[in-house]
């Protein structure tokens, strides 16, 4: 009973299985996964022929076990059945290009069912990306006139009446929340990360939905973050090391015409400059200043203070002589840059005080509520780090941000 393998493919619907993992195009990825299957031997592929899909063509040089072919067909259904059309194989196990987690094991154990149970289609249940759809092309010769109206023929099969025999495969309790196909942006990252650190992906309906589930952590590029220890969004745009609800929080809020003073600068310092009119921040390292200020805009000012000289940094705010919308507190010496701040602030003006969960500045925190402030804390994940902070806000009745 001959067994082939069939990939279908288009770079015009899915333009990045020619993206590299590991330093290998995704769809060698998925090429080199079938060739691991015992039962496979020979690997077919037909494509529409177009500009895009031209760029695969190299691979019918790379692995002589394959066989590629171009069409004028677009209909994917069509193309398959046109591949076979000759050769009539006993059973195709038909994957994605981007299937490049095919399990193994439990494809050959599919394969071993198909033979025995010599059924027209057999699929699995959840449509993850770790099992094929397995094909007979008997079965494909009976339905290839409605089958060739749709481009999956399984959308055939589960929207109209047919006469093929099915068997739908389970892949068993350690199934996956996610579906591991390489389609987008997010799934691109998450296969990096797998492949990268040889995660054991069968197990992420333990973990995964922290880790890549629902939570916008991905979103907020808080994995290239954790991995650069870089403070940027996934876009690559630096952004303030506050905690991300914080930074939601004020995005939308800020103004053009506010003026900010920053107790330490860096990342946060140009997110502000390209929100707000002026930027002030004195930072106590010289030679990171140094840096800041050589990548910064025109709006902001740089401010190097030696720390050594008594409470001089705390009080940089009230030597410029300048009211702020805002004042940013995130350095050293917070107690007393706290009690300068106070003074230095627009009638409506706020405070934010970033790491505001540690208890040794709570004097500095307690002072700023005793001179009539209010507070919003933000507590979750920011960039870089993997723990749980908190980001507070203090305000006043008619302030710059509408609390």
Known sequence: MSTVAYIQADMVMNPLLLKEINKKPIIEHTIER???????????????????????????????????????????????????KSTRPSSIVRVTGDQIFLDIAETQSMIDDFKVNQCDISYHDLNDG?????????????????????????KYINNNPHILSIKKREHGSQTPFFRFFIRNDREFHVASQILQYNLDYNRFNVYGELLFGDTGLYDDGWFETFESKQSTKTSGELVPWMTYPAIDFLTPRVKKEFSVFEYGCGAGTIWWSKR?????????????????????????????????????????????????????????????????????????????????????????????????????????MGPIVK??????????????LGI
């Not at 010769?141 to 749709?150: F, L």
């Open 130 to 154: 770790l099992l094929p759809e397995i094909l007979s092309y008997h079965g494909l010769e009976k339905c290839q006139i409605p089958i060739g109206k749709y481009h999956r023929f399984l």
């Open 276 to 380: 707000v009119g002026k930027v002030t921040a004195c930072e106590h390292t010289s030679h990171w200043a140094t840096h800041v200020r050589g990548v910064a805009p025109e709006n902001v000012t740089i401010i190097h203070v030696d720390l050594s000289k008594g409470d001089n940094y705390a009080r940089q705010v009230e030597i410029s002589n300048e009211n702020y919308h805002v004042i940013v507190i995130d350095s050293r010496d917070r107690i007393n840059c706290a009690k300068s701040a106070v003074k230095s602030l627009t009638d409506d003006g706020i405070i934010i005080w970033d790491d505001s969960q540690r208890e040794r500045d709570d004097e500095g925190k307690e002072f700023i509520l005793s001179q009539g402030f209010r507070k919003l804390e933000f507590k979750g």
């Open 387 to 400: 723990d749980k902070n908190e980001t507070t806000i203090f305000y006043r009745d008619g302030n710059c």
């Open 34 to 84: 079938l060739l691991q299957i015992t039962d496979i031997n020979s690997i077919a592929m037909c494509l529409h022929k177009n500009s895009s899909n031209l760029a695969l063509g190299y691979l019918q040089n790379k692995y002589p076990t394959l066989t590629l072919n171009f069409s004028k067909e677009q209909n994917a259904g069509k193309r398959m059945i046109e591949m076979f």
